[in-house]
């Protein structure tokens, strides 16, 4: 099945600068990509998602890289703020699944004043 | 909005036990889906279920087992609870056949059992 590792685990940013966080994937057939935002004691939420047939996609201070040669896909933020403090994890949805995602083990994500 | 609830916030029970742990969601999702979460584990699939009566395992289904009788409802059974059953039990759904979509959470529930 479906393998993603993410990291790093924990990362330190001072407010304003940027952050990336990185994860690869096994199984060359996934096709959708998600990153879930989870704030301390809330649900995990979608902030950005993308699928194979694109490169790059942006939504503010927020992007997605994927390579599907390397087989991995990467966060950006940047300006970085404090409310960006959370736990954030990227998701692969492996082709036999269907809608089935694997998730990656987080990333704490610290934004410091 | 999409909404998903879960029966309860927190719960604990004691070993042997049988737990029900109960998810709705109300925007008619076909999909839905069962995780745990541990600390440095991320989100593990327990179960997922793509239609009413459907079921698949997931990657960590032993010692659960669930029901779907109804579209908006996904139930999460352990037959007989176990220490290592303590954790963070997060239901989510989705939409549609084929292509995934994303998944709605639910608030979680946080089980001990003792």
């Known amino acids: 099945g479906e393998n993603v590792e993410q990291h790093p685990s924990t990362l330190s940013v001072q407010e304003g600068d940027s952050a990336v966080i990185k994860c690869t994937y096994s199984d060359s057939a996934s096709n959708y990509f998600p990153w879930y935002k989870q704030e301390l004691g809330k649900r995990p939420q979608l902030i950005i998602d993308?699928?194979?047939?694109?490169g790059e996609k942006k939504d503010q201070r927020i992007a997605v890289t994927l390579n599907k040669t390397a087989k991995h896909f990467s966060l950006h933020i940047t300006e970085t703020q404090p409310e960006d403090s959370a736990v954030y994890f990227c998701?692969?949805?492996?082709?036999?699944?269907?809608?089935?995602?694997?998730f990656g083990t987080g990333t704490q994500l610290k934004v410091e004043l | 909005d999409v909404k998903v609830t879960q029966s309860s916030r927190y719960l604990v029970k004691r070993t042997g036990e049988k737990v029900f742990l109960e998810c709705v969601q109300d925007?008619?999702?076909?999909?839905m889906f069962w995780y745990r979460q541990d600390p440095g584990l991320g989100l593990r699939l327990i179960y997922f279920?793509?239609?009413?009566?459907?079921?698949e395992k997931g990657d960590i289904p032993e010692g659960y087992s669930v029901s779907r009788e109804k579209k908006e409802r996904f139930s999460l059974i352990l037959e007989s609870a176990s220490t290592n059953q303590t954790s963070m039990y997060l239901c989510?759904?989705?939409?549609?056949?084929?292509?995934?979509?994303?998944?709605?959470f639910g608030p979680g529930t946080r089980l001990t059992v003792t």
């Open positions: 279920s793509y239609d009413v009566k459907m079921k």
């Open positions: 925007m008619d999702h076909e999909n």
């Open positions: 998701a692969a949805s492996g082709a036999g699944g269907g809608n089935k995602l694997t």
């Open positions: 993308i699928r194979s047939n694109v």
């Open positions: 989510a759904s989705s939409v549609g056949y084929g292509a995934p979509y994303e998944q709605y």
